[in-house]
């Protein structure tokens, strides 16, 4: 981990609330698909958590939806500026050589770890499972090439109408199973990913979007429950994760 200032190449609107945020500058330690960085946004005191969405030639990439100030503010940051950023921080995702037919599945700007990940992965049997509330919140234009993509959205605009969840359960074959899902989105997509899990018993992984503020696991303030022999304990998603085993999680 590491606090150092990038330039912005380019912060690039891509649907009504979806931008990418492309910064220049180098990191001692190149992040693996999962993890994120911490960003200062002037001029609010805390930080802000963002999933690396990409990084290559020293090229860091962040997508981030319009959520409330600091998220609007972001918006009008022009290429030249500079931004303070700490990372990579927390843990990735998990990779093996034994799985070869992989699901991604993701919603709103959990796709961000995924579209990392789907790089590292390109020899690899991967099927996308894309879910927005509409054909307006797809981004369309940043997706990876080489990967089999299978679009829902909520109100049926585009690609199969339904949720995602629902979406898979319809692809998955008891005879051709995937050997590993990943995933990230909302806390309830996760959940039902995490059902999926248990039914077929295929392994999950999952990236958590809880609220942080330190984003270092000083001030726990974005616990979840995760499961262990005497029941559950509280982890810290920004430094046990953001990627947790579904099956470990302690689903409410």
Not at 204 to 214: K, P, Q, T
Request: glycine share 10%.
């Amino acid at each position: 981990m590491e606090a150092k200032k990038f330039r912005i190449k380019e912060n690039i609107h891509l649907t009504e609330k979806l931008y990418l945020l492309e910064l220049e500058g180098n990191l001692k330690t190149s992040p693996s698909p999962g993890q994120f960085v911490h960003i200062k946004i002037e001029p609010f005191f805390l930080r802000r958590p963002f999933s690396v969405a990409g990084y290559r030639d020293n090229c860091l990439k962040l997508l981030y939806r319009v959520a409330g100030r600091a998220t609007e503010a972001l918006t009008g940051k022009q290429a030249g500026e500079f931004i303070d950023v700490i990372g990579p921080l927390g843990n990735g995702f998990p990779v093996s050589d034994k799985w070869e037919k992989i699901y991604l599945a993701g919603g709103g700007t959990g796709i961000a770890p995924l579209l990392f990940l789907s790089e590292f992965l390109v020899k690899k049997d991967i099927t996308f499972f894309y879910g927005a509330r509409s054909i307006d919140c797809i981004a369309f234009n940043i997706l990876t090439y080489g990967v089999n993509y299978i679009f829902s959205t909520d109100d049926g605009s585009y690609g199969h109408k339904g949720l995602l969840p629902d979406v898979i359960k319809r692809y998955i074959k008891k005879d051709c199973l995937p050997d590993v899902i990943y995933a990230g989105g909302p806390y309830e997509m996760l959940k039902a990913i995490d059902r999926i899990s248990q039914n077929y018993k295929i392994p999950a992984f999952v990236s958590m979007e809880n609220r942080m503020a330190c984003g270092t696991g000083l001030c726990y303030g974005c616990v979840t429950k995760i499961k262990n022999k005497k029941g559950w304990e509280y982890k810290r998603v920004c430094k046990d994760g953001p990627v947790f085993s579904s099956e470990e999680v302690l689903w409410e």
